[in-house]
């Protein structure tokens, strides 16, 4: 089976660049408040009080970023050796297959999270009274966003299609350094 080299459509490009600003904001943020706190408490002035609440809200849109930049890349852990023994239009048959049945439980998984945030945003943050529901919006986003980055893969199967490596792209290397 012969597959025909595409580009990201708009909508990967919108979610890599989406993912990409929240690893890059809440990394900044991060930084600058446990450094400035570290300073504050090396130099006697004893700390911001809030300074631990922030980090922890913003590490899991952190990590969520990350994971649906690594899916996007194809770069999370896989076995291949079984599929690789079989056929191309079987292997192309277990894809299609798989790519469908893990966007139906990102699905499952973005229903359960939804059901949640009402559940935890009762719950605030003891100094800044922020709602707990913060740390669980970025897992119903970045589940919905992998539901999504799935489908795609799925389709892009289904067309026998493969995305450009980021190494094949020029642009991509020059920004990659």
């Known amino acids: 089976m012969k597959y025909t080299k595409v580009e990201r459509n708009l909508l990967e490009r919108a979610i890599v660049f ?52 690594a899916a996007e890349k194809g770069a999370h852990i896989t076995t291949v050796f079984l599929v690789e023994s079989v056929s191309s ?15 139906v439980m990102y699905a499952i998984l973005v229903r359960a999270t939804w059901g949640m945030l009402e559940i935890v945003h009762d719950e605030r943050t003891p100094i800044l009274q922020l709602p707990g529901s913060i740390p669980y919006a970025c897992v119903l986003a970045g589940m919905l966003m992998l539901c999504v980055l799935a489908l795609q893969s799925a389709w892009r199967e289904i067309r026998c299609e493969r995305v450009a490596n980021d190494h094949d792209d020029v642009n991509s290397q020059v920004a990659q350094g």
Do not use: D, H, K
């Open 89 to 103: 239009a079987a292997r192309r048959r277990i894809a299609i297959l798989t790519w469908l049945a893990v966007a």
């Open 18 to 69: 989406v993912c990409s600003c929240v690893m890059w904001v809440t990394t900044v943020i991060i930084f600058l408040i446990l450094t400035t706190n570290t300073f504050m408490r090396y130099f006697g002035a004893g700390g911001l009080q809030w300074a631990n609440e922030i980090p922890e809200l913003l590490f899991p849109w952190l990590v969520m970023a990350g994971v649906v930049l």
